[in-house]
């Protein structure tokens, strides 16, 4: 299972993005989704997970500005950020587990750089 993300860069705060990413090797539909992010010097951190039946769920410091969704129609899985803040700079990754196995495959990261 490959995972592909893109979509970062570098915005203004309460400026938007949108993340997307990318799987392919399986079905998708199988998979729950999530977003992790990690700042400099920070462990690594969940952000958003979305269930394979398309339930989302959030980590309280983006709930209301975050929204994951999924195509299963595409293999893909978005992030979209909106009321960007300088906290949320960070690489954020993407990951998959399948339902019923122990396994996570995770991509690369992308930078979201949120200044002024």
């Known amino acids: 299972v490959q995972l592909q993300a893109s979509g970062g860069g570098l915005v203004q705060p309460g400026g938007s993005l949108r993340l997307s990413c990318a799987v392919s090797?399986?079905?998708?539909?199988?998979?729950?989704m999530g977003w992790y992010r990690q700042a400099p010097g920070e462990q690594r951190e969940l952000v958003a997970v979305?269930?394979?039946?398309?339930?989302?769920s959030y980590v309280n410091s983006v709930k209301g500005r975050f929204t994951i969704s999924r195509d299963n129609a595409k293999n893909t899985v978005y992030l979209q950020m909106n009321s960007l803040k300088p906290e949320d700079t960070a690489v954020y990754f993407c990951k998959s587990k399948k339902i019923g196995s122990d396994l996570d495959y995770w991509g690369k990261g992308t930078q979201v750089t949120v200044s002024s």
């Open positions: 979305i269930s394979t039946g398309g339930n989302p």
């Open positions: 090797g399986d079905i998708f539909s199988l998979y729950v």
